[in-house]
Nanobody, 125 residues
Framework: QLQLVESGGGFVQPGGSLRLSCAAS????????IGWFRQAPGKEREGVSC????????NYADSVKGRFTISRDHAKNTVHLQMNSLQPEDTAVYYC??????????????????WGQGTQVTVSS
């Protein structure tokens, strides 16, 4: 059974950092584009960052560029999202997702076939 599980969410003050992890079972993440999406209450789910299966090319939403970094841990079959300089507007449930193509996008969630259950990130003073 193919499964993605997110972890690492929590409560942090503005300016703080969190590292989210997306672990897979039943398949190898190296062969998939992996995207991170987030959904705040009352808002659409939006793409945050992704990393391609080919060449490890990364993409970021403008709102997180320079603050978030996505990376793969091949040995642990995991993808991380390092989030620095967090702000209240980053508060959301964060989801990871897998797309079987070669190059990733954060512009649409329709191409992502597998999704985790999400992890809550709350940024507040």
């Amino acid at each position: 059974q193919l499964q993605l599980v997110e972890s690492g969410g929590g409560f942090v003050q503005p300016g703080g950092s969190l590292r989210l992890s997306c672990a897979a079972s039943g398949f190898t993440l190296d062969y998939y584009n992996i995207g991170w999406f987030r959904q705040a209450p009352g808002k659409e789910r939006e793409g945050v960052s992704c990393i391609s299966s080919r060449g490890g090319i990364t993409n970021y939403a403008d709102s997180v560029k320079g603050r978030f970094t996505i990376s793969r841990d091949h040995a642990k079959n995991t993808v991380h999202l390092q989030m620095n300089s967090l702000q209240p507007e980053d508060t959301a449930v964060y989801y990871c997702a897998a797309d079987p193509r070669e190059y990733c996008t954060v512009l649409t969630r329709q191409v992502y076939h597998y999704w985790g259950q999400g992890t809550q990130v709350t940024v507040s003073s």
